[in-house]
């Protein structure tokens, strides 16, 4: 995936969604930061991504998706937005014992 842009715009979403981490570093991990923005962003936060992310980089997104930040609904969301119904599992944590 392409590197985000460091923008006023972007390090706002950033920091709201990616609270535990600075911006900048955040928006170094293009994969991890576009998963927070599709479990906890808002309708702004999306528009803040209009022009610089492409269906088909929420798609690489759910192809990659760290375990632990989605939650059904917003998986099941962007799987049907993307193309892709009905949704696979989510993804989990490997070498974990319940």
């Known amino acids: 995936m392409k590197p985000l ?8 979403v950033a920091e709201r969604v990616v609270w535990f981490k600075p911006p900048a570093e955040a928006l170094a991990e ?3 930061f576009l998963a927070h923005v599709m ?10 991504l209009n ?9 690489d997104v759910l192809d990659n998706a760290p375990p ?3 939650d059904r609904r917003s998986w099941t969301y962007w799987n049907l937005k993307c193309g892709r ?7 989990v944590r ?3 014992q319940p």
């Open 51 to 59: 022009g610089i992310v492409a269906i088909e980089d929420f798609a």
């Open 85 to 91: 119904s009905p949704a696979p599992p989510l993804p």
């Open 68 to 70: 632990g930040i989605f």
């Open 5 to 12: 842009p460091q923008s006023p715009e972007l390090l706002a």
């Open 30 to 32: 293009p994969v991890h």
């Open 94 to 96: 490997r070498g974990v």
């Open 39 to 48: 479990t906890f962003g808002t309708a702004e936060d999306l528009r803040a």
